[in-house]
């Protein structure tokens, strides 16, 4: 199986940005599409970001395309949530997920590995 912690998380203003960084440990971590999830308070745990095992396929939740971006480099065992223009409804908790999929899905179920969560707080 493989291992993974988040980090990265924080509070910021509106209109600023974070990076999310996921690290990967254990069974060999190409072998993985990864997905960030996110879960607020009272709300159930929806899609963000995934890419594909190699990184040549990367799906996007329609609420974040055009300011957050997902990339990961294999050699490092890394995967990144590059969040831009942030909102105060991204505030979240924000999980980094591996599936033997070849492609990442949208569905939590589809994630067999998940990490502990990093919150991010948007402020206006």
């Known amino acids: 199986q493989v291992q993974l912690v988040e980090s990265g998380g924080g509070l910021v203003q509106a209109g600023g940005s974070l990076r999310l960084s996921c690290a990967a440990s254990g069974r060999t971590f190409r072998s993985y599409a990864v997905g960030w999830f996110r879960q607020a308070p009272g709300k159930e745990r929806e899609f963000v970001a995934g890419?594909?095992?190699?990184?040549?396929?990367?799906h996007y939740a329609d609420s974040v395309k055009g300011r957050f971006t997902i990339s990961r480099d294999n050699a490092k065992e890394m995967v990144y949530l590059q969040m831009n223009s942030l909102k105060p409804e991204d505030t979240a908790v924000y999980y980094c997920?591996?599936?033997?999929?070849?492609?990442?899905?949208?569905?939590?179920?589809?994630?067999?590995?998940w990490g502990q969560g990093t919150q991010v707080t948007v402020s206006s």
């Open positions: 997920a591996g599936s033997t999929t070849v492609v990442p899905t949208t569905t939590p179920t589809d994630y067999a590995y």
């Open positions: 890419i594909s095992r190699s990184g040549s396929i990367k």
